[in-house]
């Protein structure tokens, strides 16, 4: 079982819906949570961070993570076109290495 | 500064050549990180630096791979005897403390042919 579990997608959306990404990891211990944003040949851009449980909102972004379940989403609201990237959830293993799901493929279609 | 910068951002090699990637991470962060990313996956680490030092290195830097980060600025990882199975995209990523966020570079994409 991979530590980090995403299903890589592709997921196709209207301009204006919400989208929902999420992962389920299997370590308990994992504290940090991340989402990065990549776009086609570039390096991962890092969205959103949070800490143990909860939400956190950016924006359009919104993180949730639920430690009972294992299970991290980002909800992205009033998509738009440049939302189209790859995303990736992230957590860190030890005290400084991320360990990546596989990505999710998101294309929004105006 | 802007950012974490690598070079080269392409690089195509004949198998069993040598190659070598460059990485100049945020002047302020410390920390510094390789990572491998095969198309349609996620970045697979490789190795971490603490300033100078090397502090972990994953089983999937093979002897063929060595990094470096003299003076604890600026990094390499060097590839000897290339494979087309190293055909990948090679990030760099540093980061300012433990727990911080980190920054990712755009990466090399490394062909071997």
């Known amino acids: 079982q991979k530590e980090v579990e995403q299903d890589p997608g592709p997921l196709s959306v209207p301009e204006g819906a919400i989208v929902s990404l999420n992962c389920t990891y299997s370590?308990?211990?994992?504290?940090?949570f991340m989402w990065y944003r990549q776009y086609s040949r570039k390096g991962p851009e890092l969205l959103m961070y949070?800490?143990?449980?909860g939400n956190k909102e950016d924006g359009r972004f919104t993180a949730q993570v639920d430690k009972s379940s294992k299970y991290i989403s980002l909800f992205i609201r009033d998509s738009q076109p440049s939302d189209s990237a790859t995303y990736l959830c992230?957590?860190?293993?030890?005290?400084?290495?991320?360990?990546f799901g596989q990505g999710t493929r998101l294309t929004i279609n105006p | 500064d802007t950012g974490v910068s690598q070079d080269p951002r392409h690089k195509i090699t004949k198998r069993g050549q040598n190659v070598t990637f460059r990485c100049d991470p945020i002047s302020e962060h410390n920390r510094l990180y390789w990572y491998r990313q095969t198309l349609g996956q996620g970045p697979e680490f490789l190795t971490y630096f603490q300033n100078e030092a090397q502090l972990e290195k994953s089983r999937l830097l093979s002897d063929r791979f060595s990094a470096e980060r003299p003076k604890g600025s600026f990094s390499t990882l060097e590839i000897q005897r290339t494979e087309q199975g190293d055909s990948a995209m090679y990030l760099c990523a540093s980061s300012f403390r433990e727990g911080s966020g980190y920054t990712f570079g755009s990466g090399t994409r490394l062909t071997v042919v």
């Open positions: 949070t800490y143990s449980s």
């Open positions: 370590n308990s211990a994992f504290q940090y």
């Open positions: 992230a957590t860190i293993q030890g005290a400084q290495k991320l360990v």
